[in-house]
């Protein structure tokens, strides 16, 4: 009896580490078929909507195909009629149906370029690397008060006004934490480059503000992406 309740823990025993040999094969043959490509200005990446930033870095948007709508997935404006709508509507990679308000997606991709919802729209990031850059529309909102014998001032009844401004942001591809395009955000970002970051650093605030995209581009030229492709 003793003999026959071993050798069932041993087949057991031999049985889980065959499986964990399965599983571990599988995932580095998995791993083996993704491969990291430098990014260049040619490089296109995947079309598709981006549910968190996690898909850009992946390269793993929900892709067209997966996409339902209504609208015809050829033309070039397909995204625009898309994202007009309240919600989207696409499959998983398990085949589940699902949904998602649009003003919650991330962003999207069209013909390899990348669009991040930011501000009032979404919008197309035209400089991509380790600091990306982009610019969009901010809806700026302001408390007036109106008197009817002396005009607007603070004595009067309030009311908002709303205008639109055009601002520049700059975003850390890495985390996807965008922030305003100034000087002490340039400076924050090229901190993980010593020797950019006291080049910079030495210079007046005038050549500063003049010289930050150069900075910027210097930045990304010697800390290039990676993006993985399958």
């Not at 625009?80 to 308000?101: P, R, S």
């Not at 809806?139 to 109106?146: A, C, L, M, N």
């Not at 965008?178 to 950019?196: A, H, K, W």
Request: net charge positive.
């Amino acid at each position: 009896m003793y003999k026959i309740v071993h050798i069932k823990k041993f087949i057991v025993k031999g049985l889980v580490s065959l499986l964990l040999i399965l599983v571990c094969s599988a995932v580095f043959s998995q791993q083996d078929s993704i491969k990291l490509v430098k990014y260049t200005s040619g490089f296109r990446f995947k079309d598709g909507l981006y549910l968190s930033h996690s898909q850009l870095l992946n390269n793993n948007p929900i892709p067209v195909k997966y996409i339902i709508s209504k609208y015809n997935k050829s033309d070039f404006d397909f995204f625009n009629k898309l994202l007009n709508e309240e919600k989207v509507v696409y499959f998983d990679q398990f085949g589940i149906k699902k949904e998602i308000e649009v003003k919650n997606l991330w962003g999207f991709c069209r013909r390899g370029s990348i669009y991040v919802n930011w501000g009032d729209d979404f919008n197309r990031i035209p400089v991509v690397g380790s600091i990306c850059h982009f610019i969009a529309s901010i809806t700026v909102y302001e408390d007036r008060y109106y008197n009817p014998s002396y005009g607007y001032s603070s004595y009067s009844m309030p009311s908002t006004t709303t205008r639109t401004e055009i601002y520049q942001f700059v975003m850390d591809f890495e985390s996807g934490k965008v922030i305003e395009y100034s000087v002490d955000n340039i400076l924050i970002l090229l901190m993980s480059d010593q020797v950019l970051y006291d080049e910079f650093n030495a210079l007046s605030k005038k050549k500063q503000n003049q010289m930050k995209f150069l900075y910027l581009r210097k930045f990304n030229e010697k800390h290039p992406l990676y993006i993985p492709i399958e």
